[in-house]
């Protein structure tokens, strides 16, 4: 199993949707999770952290669920400028790196 | 006022060339990061310097040589170019393990 993964997509939404992606880790001692969002032919951004009881950012909802050892990012009233890929990432501890996921591209459609 | 500048943006070259990209970030932080991110868009850690100290070398080439003069800057030096060697590279810094900002990537084109 790989360390972490996600589903590449493309979920393809008209916008005003509500879509939602998972993003599955393989190491239960993980502490930290990040959901990056990357536009075509740019670098990545830090779209928001994963907190354990939750978190929401306007439009943009983020949960952790340890048992299940999977992060989600919900992301409601799609706007056309939601179109990118989004990345996971998962940091387990000391000096270990960042582990991304390949990411899951989004397109949402007028 | 760019947070983490990477020079140059692309970079095109024949194979066996030696070549450096040079990345520099002006937000204090501690550790800094070179990524290399194929054409299957997977990104992917090379090295880690923190406070201008190797701690993370994963699985690279030898032909792959990071340089820290200061903790401010962090850059890559690659020799002998191989047409595998042909990614975007990006540079990244942070305060802390997750919370990274990147530099606008080197495209790196091997021909």
């Known amino acids: 199993r790989k360390e972490v993964e996600q589903d590449p997509g493309p979920f393809n939404v008209p916008e005003g949707a509500t879509v939602a992606f998972n993003c599955t880790y393989s190491n239960s001692a993980s502490q930290s999770f990040f959901w990056y969002r990357q536009d075509c032919r740019k670098e990545p951004k830090l779209l928001m952290s994963v907190y354990s009881s939750g978190n929401e950012d306007g439009r943009f909802t983020a949960q952790l669920n340890r048992a299940s050892q999977y992060i989600s990012l919900l992301i409601r009233d799609s706007k056309l400028s939601d179109s990118a890929t989004y990345l996971c990432?998962?940091?387990?501890?000391?000096?270990?790196?960042?582990?991304f996921g390949k990411g899951t591209r989004l397109s949402v459609i007028a | 006022d760019t947070a983490v500048s990477q020079t140059p943006k692309y970079l095109v070259t024949q194979m066996g060339n030696d070549k450096s990209i040079k990345c520099e970030q002006n937000l204090g932080h501690d550790t800094m990061y070179w990524y290399k991110q194929d054409s299957k868009k997977f990104l992917k850690i090379m090295f880690s310097?923190?406070?201008?100290?190797?701690?993370i070398n994963e699985t690279v080439p030898n032909r792959f040589s990071p340089k820290s003069p200061d903790k401010a800057h962090l850059n890559l030096h690659i020799n002998s170019l191989e047409l595998g060697d042909s990614a975007v590279y990006f540079c990244a810094s942070s305060q802390g393990p997750g919370k990274q900002f990147f530099g606008p990537g080197t495209r790196l084109t091997v021909l």
């Open positions: 310097y923190n406070n201008k100290e190797l701690i």
């Open positions: 990432a998962v940091f387990t501890s000391g000096n270990t790196p960042l582990v």
